[in-house]
């Protein structure tokens, strides 16, 4: 099983990239649990929810590992739950550290904002290019001081396509994607 995760700033198509991959590559794709904790709470988040959010996303990667699927998507994982605590109440529990570097990840696509038009979706709350800029700065930062393996991929949505394909690729050690051949989860 290889692992992929795809992360950054808001509005620079990680859904819409994770959704692309699974019809091209196949495998699982699993979604941000923060997503799915707003629409059933219908308030905004507090930083006593961030523990709670954060064994959501774990709770859903981990029915997507038992799986065992050729290629598991990440829409994202705890480094994004990490960041977001920081940036929006000035501190994150230590435990989410601990338990995103007990976990393999064979590949981090970091999607730049350059190039991606910020859309309100009622859950977003960086409209301000400045602020998708110190996120997605924070999340390059860890990973690179933490070695994980990553590439950044920017450009319009079409580039942005291209380069996640050739990184998929050759994760998977091939010239081209498959045909999608399991099923997603949310």
């Not at 859309?119 to 924070?138: I, N, T, Y």
Request: charged share 25%; proline share 3%; with cysteine.
């Amino acid at each position: 099983m290889k692992v992929l995760v795809l992360t950054g700033a808001e509005s620079t198509g990680k859904s819409w990239l994770a959704a692309r991959l699974q019809q091209r590559f196949g495998g699982l794709a699993v979604g941000e649990y923060v997503r799915h904790f707003i629409d059933n709470e219908q308030r905004d988040t507090c930083l006593a929810d961030i523990p709670a959010i954060a064994r959501g996303q774990l709770a859903w990667e981990d029915h997507a590992r038992r799986q065992r699927p050729g290629l598991l998507i990440l829409d994202t994982h705890l480094l994004s739950n990490m960041v977001w605590s920081r940036t929006l109440f000035g501190e994150c529990p230590a435990w989410l550290e601990a338990a995103l570097l007990a976990r393999q990840y064979d590949q981090h696509l970091l999607l730049s904002p350059e190039g991606a038009e910020w859309h309100a979706d009622g859950q977003r709350c960086q409209p301000e290019a400045a602020e998708r800029w110190r996120f997605h700065q924070a999340c390059r930062q860890w990973l690179e001081r933490h070695r994980q393996p990553f590439v950044e991929i920017g450009g319009d949505w079409a580039s942005r396509e291209a380069q996640a394909i050739a990184q998929v690729s050759a994760l998977l050690g091939n010239e081209r994607g498959g045909g999608a051949s399991e099923q997603g989860l949310v």
